[in-house]
């Protein structure tokens, strides 16, 4: 018969046997580790593998029902809206134990600096700017010392038409979708009287955000990192000849200029240098990208292309490398040379006669 002897051993160990607790000694939490394993435990809990989704736009659209009777049977009425994707955000949180950032006032104050510090905070899909300015906020001076990584996708903005006498008015082509901003005073116009054409409509509400990043009092930089796809900032000057709809591949430079010279105007505050960066990452064919490349320069973009084995900024949420041929997808990272003299708003697009019948030009 076999005897356990481990079974036995603790038998004949009577409770009141063991040592008893030191009455002062404190009892043993989580706090009594060192901070070098709490913050692990931080970084376990609360870092995500792929960017942190704050907040996801999309424009949601309802047609009109047709109408049976009338001079209009049947009118193209529509009703839109931007609403947001709430799943989107939640299914970026799901793996993460945010709880840690609600505990006792030392726990969540360690726990936000590892969540805010080692995370790419993103805002994708349609948005307009504010809920990014919301956003920097309501986190709190405190979390925004923290952050490092912020990712805008940031597409071409709509455009609205501009008159001789600076008024701005809805697009005619319906690219107005949102409310109708004045032309920012940081642009400054040349002699003469405005042109008339298709304009940039950028939001002012970017400038808040360099404020904001500005007053920052970390010594580390924050890069925000601009996701576009195409066409990228500054293209479509020289459209190809076989281009049936040149005005969609003309993108202005415009918001790049602006976010540059708040970046410089603002960013000073802290007395960091290189307190933000700006980072514009595209992709686009390989071909194309190659084409493009000369004008790129041009323009003053310092052109890097992204290898296979360069880590991304962040996750996009239309990466894709399966296509690894030659004619594949290029990635690729575009810096703004630093501007010298005021920053001039750029003409209307070159396109515009395009929609000008109608218009009142005069």
Request: charged residues 25%.
């Amino acid at each position: 018969m076999t005897h356990n002897c481990c079974t036995a051993l603790i038998r004949y160990v009577a409770e009141d046997s063991r040592p008893p607790r030191p009455r002062n000694q404190p009892r043993l939490g989580f706090l009594s580790l060192p901070r070098e394993i709490r913050d692990k435990i931080y970084d376990i809990a609360l870092v995500s593998n792929s960017s942190i989704i704050v907040c996801k736009g999309k424009w949601q659209t309802y047609t009109l029902p047709q109408l049976g009777e009338g001079p209009r049977p049947w009118p193209w009425d529509r009703i839109r809206w931007r609403a947001i994707d709430h799943d989107a955000s939640t299914a970026s949180l799901r793996s993460l134990n945010l709880k840690l950032l609600f505990c006792n006032k030392v726990i969540a104050h360690e726990a936000a600096m590892i969540f805010y510090h080692r995370n790419t905070f993103s805002f994708l899909g349609d948005h307009n700017w504010d809920p990014i300015v919301l956003w920097l906020e309501t986190v709190g001076a405190e979390n925004r010392n923290s952050l490092v990584s912020i990712g805008i996708e940031g597409k071409r903005p709509d455009r609205v038409w501009q008159r001789p006498n600076g008024e701005r008015v809805r697009h005619p082509g319906a690219f107005t979708t949102e409310e109708i901003y004045p032309r920012h005073p940081l642009l400054r116009t040349g002699e003469g009287s405005f042109k008339y054409g298709s304009v940039d409509n950028i939001n002012p509400a970017i400038e808040n955000i360099f404020v904001l990043l500005g007053s920052r009092v970390s010594e580390k930089s924050v890069t925000i990192v601009m996701l576009f796809a195409c066409p990228w900032p500054g293209a479509g000057a020289n459209p190809r000849p076989d281009d049936c709809s040149p005005e969609c591949g003309w993108n202005s430079m415009e918001l790049p200029n602006l976010i540059d010279g708040f970046r410089t105007l603002h960013t000073q505050v802290s007395g960091l240098q290189d307190s933000v960066d700006v980072l514009w990452k595209g992709r686009n064919s390989r071909w194309a990208f190659q084409e493009d490349r000369p004008s790129m320069e041009k323009l003053g973009w310092q052109v890097t292309e992204l290898g296979a084995e360069e880590p991304d900024f962040l996750l996009w949420p239309w990466d894709d490398r399966s296509d690894t041929s030659p004619n594949g997808i290029v990635l690729y990272v575009l810096r703004r040379d630093k501007p010298t003299g005021p920053l001039l708003a750029q003409d209307p697009s070159p396109f515009s006669y395009i929609w000008a019948s109608g218009m009142d030009e005069e």
